[in-house]
C-alpha cells in the first residue's frame, strides 16, 4: 500500500514558476514508477510526465516538454514536478500517481495509487 500526498500548488501569473511535491509513504518506494496528470474543469484526466523507479528514465507530454521537469528522490520517497514558463492553460488540478513496477505508463489506468491533488491555477 502507498499513501501520496502533493503539495505545491498556488495561483502564479503566466510565466511564472511552480514546483510541485509529492511524498510517499511506505519502505518500497523504488519499487514505483511515479508520474503527474492533471485535471482541467470539463475535461479528462491528462498525462504530464512520468519517471521510472530509479529516475533514469523519463517521459513528458508534449504540452509541457521543455517547461516541465519530473524527478525523483528515492531516499526522500518524493517525486517532484518542476514548472517553468506556467500558460493559463495549465491550469488544473494535478495529482501524483504510484505504478508498481519500474516503468511507467502514459495511461492513468496504469496507476495503482492516487494522491488527493493540489489546485494550480495560471492567471493571464
Known amino acids: 500500500q502507498v499513501q501520496l500526498v502533493e503539495s505545491g500548488g498556488g495561483l502564479v501569473q503566466a510565466g511564472g514558476s511552480l514546483r510541485l511535491s509529492c511524498a510517499a509513504s511506505?519502505?518500497?518506494?523504488?519499487?514505483?514508477?511515479m508520474a503527474w496528470f492533471r485535471q482541467a474543469p470539463g475535461k479528462e484526466r491528462e498525462f504530464v510526465a512520468a519517471?521510472?523507479?530509479?529516475?533514469?528514465?523519463?517521459y513528458h507530454a508534449d504540452s509541457v516538454k521543455g517547461r516541465f521537469t519530473i524527478s525523483r528522490d528515492n531516499a526522500k520517497n518524493t517525486v517532484l514536478l518542476q514548472m517553468n514558463s506556467l500558460k493559463p492553460e495549465d491550469t488544473a488540478v494535478y495529482y501524483c500517481a504510484a505504478r508498481f513496477g519500474r516503468t511507467g505508463s502514459y495511461y492513468s489506468d496504469g496507476y495503482n495509487y492516487w494522491g488527493q491533488g493540489t489546485q494550480v491555477t495560471v492567471s493571464s
Open positions: 519517471i521510472n523507479w530509479s529516475g533514469g528514465s523519463t
Open positions: 511506505g519502505r518500497t518506494f523504488s519499487m514505483y514508477a
